[in-house]
């Protein structure tokens, strides 16, 4: 053992010299007694992927060695990895640091009169943070590289760093993805390297880690806050509004490294300030620069990538008066990696996003004062240009899901916009809003471009190539009646959380039945919640009015009835089941008196039908779509509390389907589904089983026969095709890659006239609805004429760029959804995907309602 400890020592002060040589050798001298990331780990960085457990514990040994250091938790994942971020500045300033939070906060307050004297000794606050993709792994690993050279190195630019600077450095936002990919990396990484692209250590199977545990993309999760990653990480960033954030990512292995500035903003009138993406893009691109050359590496700015959507890590901070940085290096995926340009290795991918950390922090700190005044200008701009908009106020309600409006109202709060109640009914643009039931936003605040983020909702842009989403109106997503006020309205009550607080709700006693409607957007939660407690419930396909303990009461289409008689508990039980799930998802439950209705069907008609308990399959793995198939495992699992068996489409061929009586396919190729697979779904919907497909599904769907329905074709003009032959168009080679894109449907938001007497339009009172469209699949109309469930309208577009050409020739000639009969069963056929992104809480219920109705969907 004595022989062991000098060779062990001897090793780590090795790889402690081979790592200084490569990363971080112009940053000495470092503190010996604070440890580095080769001598706590044993290895060299880049040899291995870390786990996200031993980052942590580097960090939490930084900050038992110095007292320059100190770590925070702010979260926890799915999976329940915490959530840290290391706290790093001169002791004094640490010491110190809810005061230096206090006084950086009137930065945000544009009532506050600050003198540039007044800020001399205020850190500038920078917000380190990396991996929020998962399988983007460089930026992990250069996190400790970073958090030890500004704990440990007592060269005097770093000292100066720590004098005028805190540093948050968040090393993993996505822990869930990281460890699924580093486990991948690491397990079949060899003892000599294969740098073969073909290998298995570059080709991480289905689902990859790039996603966080329900394989959701968290840098679209910021301004939708759907997880509790983007939950914590906003109210931590709500309490600190640090001035610069970085967004560490990595991209195909052949290309190079790209920093801001970015392509142009595809909106054509940006809500962010024009210095945003000039003046501080531009200073700060002067630093990148200067290391990359030094380094030798190759970058590219200003292409690609744009900050249109305002939910990444590196446009949200835009929006908050900070400067969002985004990096992106080819990625080695793996250890090493072969590509067009010779080798790429891991090692050499963290030192590039490494050296633009520490230059991100000097850059902040030699420009802290131009960071305070823009901060400051930012939120007094916003009060500004909305005392010069037209708009003085949003007003937005709903008056039969309570679930639903609090959600949105929650959501608003979280980003720190003012909400208050309205105390007056009110009558905008033909929409009457009524006290207790509808809010207002008004304009002039400091969130004002937030505000703008919500509501606004655009048709004309500057550019036509998104690089993700060009409509992202969440008062829309959420299926909200609002309207722009051109005058300011009384204002009630300014809103809390604590307003949205769980209410008790009691029950009356029933001798007959009780009776749930089913606008609420947790009735499909409390329906499974009592199906799986053995509870006997019925779905009522036409409305009625019906004597209750309270008065009479009015019932719409698919509203839940539960007798007391035939049920296989006893009525106190049953009683007690209701109240239980009453509360638990926030539903009205009704005592009714009679069967017997004052208008419209009774209890007893046969149109009140039992509702068979869903018992759904959904395909996954490859040849599926891993956004999808999670947006549809996330709902189920998290908001109406039911299992949904994650069938593997190589498994398929073994599964028995007797066992479900519906089933799921998310956009998708389905390649590996044979002739045998297919006639399988084929024979198990024809024998009374509903079969639901999202986009590509529902094309492959089409193409495979399962239904008797087609796509939208262009239609043929024969006098312009001959014309064409004579008059053929031409461009620059170099426009191909524009000219292509914008033919694309990147995000679109679009209105649809839904026949709400169909059960899969059961719970809505409005015929239109909003819905989201990403994807060029336009189903023609059934011929069927009762099975066109949801249309476009005439004048469909809301919100996002879409070309005249796919507006006129397809979409307005296509239907949104199809329901088709096969044999005894049916398949549902979306156009769309209801469940986008955990976001749409407007158009989840269309899905619900096909897995809950699908039973009582009889196509005439």
Known sequence: MKRILPLLVCLLFSLSLISQDYFYKDFGPFDPSIPSPEAFLGYEIGDYHTRHDRIVAYLEALAAASDRASLIDYG????????????????????????????????????????????????????????????EPSGGEASMLAAYVLTASNHPDIERYRRQAI???????????????????????????????????????????RTNHYWFDLNRDWLLLVHPESQGKLDWYHKWYPNVVTDFHEMGSNSSYFFEPMKAIGSKDPIMPIENYTTLNDTFALYFQREMDKLGSLYFTKEVFDGTYPGYGSSYPDLQGGLGILFEQASSRGHVQNTDMGQITFPFTIRNQFVNSIATVEASVKHKKLLYAYQQEFFKSAIANANKSKVKAYVFGEEYDQTRLQAFVDLLLSHQIKVYELDQTTRLNGQSYQPGKAYIVPTAQAQYRMVQTMFETYSEYQDSVFYDASAWSLANAYNMKYAAASKMIGLGKEVSKDDLAATQRTIPVSNYAYIIGWEDYNAPALLYHLQSKGVRVMASQKPFTIPTSTGDQSFAYGSLVIPLQKQKIDSDELREVLLEAANEFQVDVHAATTGYSRSG????????????????????????SSYEVGFVWHLLDQRVKMPITKLQTRLFGRADLSKYNTMVLVSGSYNNLDSTAIQKIKDWVSEGNTLITFGRATAWAIGKKLVKESLVKEEKDEKREKKDTTERKRYDYVQASEIRGRDGVGGVIFEIDLDITHPLGYGYRDRQLPIYRNNKVWIAPSKNEFSNVAMYTEDPHIDGFITDDNLNKFLKKSASIVVSRAGQGRVVLFAEDPNFRGTWYGTNKLFLNALFFGELIRVP
């Open 76 to 135: 926890k994942t799915h999976e329940l990895r915490r959530l840290v971020i290391l706290q790093i500045s001169d002791p004094s300033h640490l010491q110190n640091i809810e005061a230096h939070r206090q006084e950086h906060l009137q930065l945000i307050n544009p009532d506050a009169s600050i003198q540039d004297g007044d800020l001399v000794d205020l850190p500038v606050f920078v917000n380190l943070a990396y991996n929020v993709h998962g399988n």
């Open 167 to 209: 540093v948050f450095l968040d090393p993993v936002i996505n822990p869930d993805g990281r460890d699924r990919h580093s486990q991948w990396a690491n397990s079949h990484r060899s003892s000599v390297l294969n740098a073969d692209p073909m290998d298995s250590e570059h080709n991480e199977m289905w689902p990859r880690g």
């Open 601 to 624: 069907i009774d209890l007893g008609s046969r149109y009140v039908s039992a509702v068979e308990k869903p018992k759904t399959v959904m395909l996954t793995g490859d040849g599926t």
